[in-house]
């Protein structure tokens, strides 16, 4: 248990370090070469490319997780504060359904046979491994989603409105 406690705590956490990381020494590599060496890495730009959508898509469930996207809360905060929780529930809903519709339209749109047979130009990847960023993380937006929404309904049963944000 205390395994999956720390996956829940820190997998998306520890995803997107590796991949800024990454992301960072790919470039920093790329600018030593080309500047220095004068000669430049030709896979490292659609590498750093490729590990910065993964890196999106990794960023926005962290960012579910702890509840720090961009809300417009003017309407909500002018609410009392059980009302407060349904509309946090109500968007939490119309959020997680966006997120259940775009992994199931991504997996179609990876399985047309133009995509699933297309590769990248320079590292010669199969494309269908960048445009699975985009369901891996709706689908783990979707779990932060679902979590936010028990914590949710336990304010709203056990009456508490607070640290719920």
């Known amino acids: 248990m205390p395994i999956l406690k720390w996956l829940d705590i820190n997998a998306e ?4 370090s590796i991949l800024l990381a990454a992301i960072v020494l790919l470039i920093f590599g790329n600018v030593f070469m080309r500047y220095v060496m004068n000669a430049s890495l ?10 910065f959508v993964w ?4 960023s926005v469930s962290y960012a579910f997780s702890r509840r720090e996207h ?8 002018l609410l009392g504060g059980r009302k407060q929780l ?3 529930l ?10 259940v519709v775009l992994t199931f339209e991504c997996i179609k749109l990876m399985r047309l046979p133009f995509v699933a047979s297309q590769s990248s130009v320079v590292l010669g990847l199969p494309i ?10 709706a689908a783990l ?8 929404m028990t914590k949710t309904l336990r304010g709203l049963k056990s009456g508490d409105t607070g640290d719920l944000i």
Do not use: C, H
């Open 13 to 16: 956490k520890t995803m997107a």
């Open 42 to 51: 030709s896979w490292g730009e659609e590498l750093t490319l490729w590990f």
């Open 55 to 58: 890196f999106v898509w990794i």
């Open 70 to 77: 961009v809300r417009i809360t003017v309407l909500r905060d």
């Open 86 to 88: 349904y509309v946090d």
């Open 90 to 99: 109500a968007v939490d809903l119309l959020v997680l359904a966006f997120l």
């Open 128 to 137: 269908p491994i960048l445009y699975a960023s985009a369901p891996v993380g």
């Open 141 to 148: 937006s979707s779990i932060r989603i679902l979590q936010n």
